[in-house]
């Protein structure tokens, strides 16, 4: 269901807007079925057949960490330990070749850019991968000194910490930040920091993202701009 029928003018999230912080996997950059892709398949071959659709549904947003404790648990032991080796390798090779930006964030960008608002990028995955995904989509400039993973800053989400990193790093209060997230679990994180948060729903249903907290769902990020106030001026009448 689109926010659009829900939006009323003249209304925000935030009274006073000091920062956005950004989920990457799946909001910046369209690596879900990428990842996802190879994680089934490496599931598959290693004797636990998986589709992507069934990788998305039990191991989107969650910490590589915690995606090993979860095939563990499917197998009865540990994960093979050949397992992320091998993904990590099949991987960056898929996501340097394929991944694009999600449709819409460059022009949100350049309206945050525009209004001064600053920005910031939030992720459990690693800085290497994010350095692969931003790079290969012309993104990484627009985050540097701005690109947080929660593995260099604490607990992993559906634990506040790297949202709490991020907004300090762009002097923001995290009740003034509005975070974009598109996994249940990174909602629940960005909730727990005090965040106002919209729900990318783009692969999960937006019921769950607002089941884990999400102030608003869009199904599009050009959606999101009129929710942060930035096209008042263009949209009054």
């Known amino acids: 269901m689109s926010t659009r029928s829900e939006m009323v003018a003249g209304t925000t999230?935030?009274?006073?807007?000091?920062?956005?912080?950004?989920?990457?996997?799946?909001?910046?950059?369209?690596?879900?079925?990428?990842t996802n892709g190879v994680w089934a398949r490496l599931l598959t071959e290693l004797g636990l057949p998986t589709t992507t659709e069934q990788s998305l549904a039990t191991y989107l947003g969650n910490s590589m960490a915690r995606c090993l404790e979860i095939v563990g648990e499917q197998f009865g032991r540990p994960a093979p330990d050949e397992l992320l080796p091998r993904f990590h390798a099949a991987v960056s090779v898929e996501l340097a070749r394929d991944v694009t930006a999600v449709p819409g964030i460059v022009a949100l960008l350049d309206q945050l850019d525009a209004a001064r608002i600053?920005?910031?990028?939030?992720?459990?995955?690693?800085?290497?991968?994010?350095?692969?995904?931003?790079?290969?989509?012309g993104l990484a400039d627009r985050f540097v000194n701005r690109r947080f993973s929660s593995l260099d800053v604490g607990r992993p989400k559906p634990a506040p910490d790297v949202y709490l990193h991020a907004a300090r790093a762009l002097g923001a209060a995290p009740a003034q930040t509005v975070a974009v997230e598109d996994s249940p679990l990174g909602v629940q994180a960005a909730v727990a920091?005090?965040?106002?948060?919209?729900?990318?729903?783009?692969?999960v249903a937006p019921a769950r993202l607002r089941a884990a907290g999400a102030t608003v769902t869009v199904d599009h990020l050009d959606e999101i701009a009129p929710l942060l106030g930035l096209l008042r001026g263009s949209t009054d009448t």
């Open 193 to 203: 920091a005090g965040m106002v948060v919209i729900g990318y729903a783009e692969l």
């Open 118 to 137: 600053p920005y910031a990028v939030a992720s459990n995955g690693e800085q290497a991968k994010m350095q692969t995904t931003l790079g290969t989509t």
């Open 13 to 34: 999230l935030v009274a006073q807007l000091e920062g956005v912080v950004f989920d990457c996997d799946g909001v910046l950059v369209d690596s879900e079925r990428i």
